[in-house]
């Protein structure tokens, strides 16, 4: 007679035969394996956890504030506007909507760095101040790399058809060459 150990044929000895309802004391290696597994499963999930949990006591991406509103630029149409403010001011202004995962580590570390350096990079409610990107943002928004792909993937009412793709990036030209960032508010009333 033959018996399956291993996974392979071999044959099969007096003392490898057991009665009906008698027990040998010892496991299988599959019960073994599994059980092997099991427990490293376990002790992975329970790891995963702890660490999640310590990552939340770190205090990068908790603390939400949005500098007051000190100037726009004199938008050549409300359109124009309103097409920015949908699609850019959550990074590109300072009336930024942190929802609820923005609070949660790691994804807070993550919104946190995306509003900072869209911030640092145009800040459409800051244009009084000099803006590095204001005259490629018409271009990022023709590409289609502004809006990036993820942010539109969870907010999508920031997507633009390609007719507000085209409406907003000339808009945007438009409004830079008209109101330059950099110079003072009181003097942007005058265009």
Known sequence: MYRVARGRMVQAKPADFVKDGEQTGMRTDTHTSQIRWRRWLLIGVGAAVVLFGLIQLIPFGHQHSDPPVQAEPHWDSPTTRSL????????????????????????SW????????????????????PQR?????????????????????LH????????????LAQGLQATVAQSPPGRPAASQANY
């Open 156 to 167: 999508p009412d920031a997507k633009l058809s390609s007719a507000e793709r085209q409406q």
């Open 84 to 107: 920015a403010a949908r699609a850019c001011f959550a990074c590109h202004g300072n009336q930024t909507v942190w929802p609820w995962y923005s609070n949660v580590a790691p994804v």
């Open 133 to 153: 990107a204001a005259r490629r943002a018409a271009e990022a928004v023709q590409r289609g790399s502004m809006p990036p792909s993820y942010y539109v993937w």
């Open 110 to 129: 993550l919104v946190q760095r995306d509003v900072d350096n869209g911030r640092a990079r145009l800040d459409f409610q800051q244009w009084n101040q």
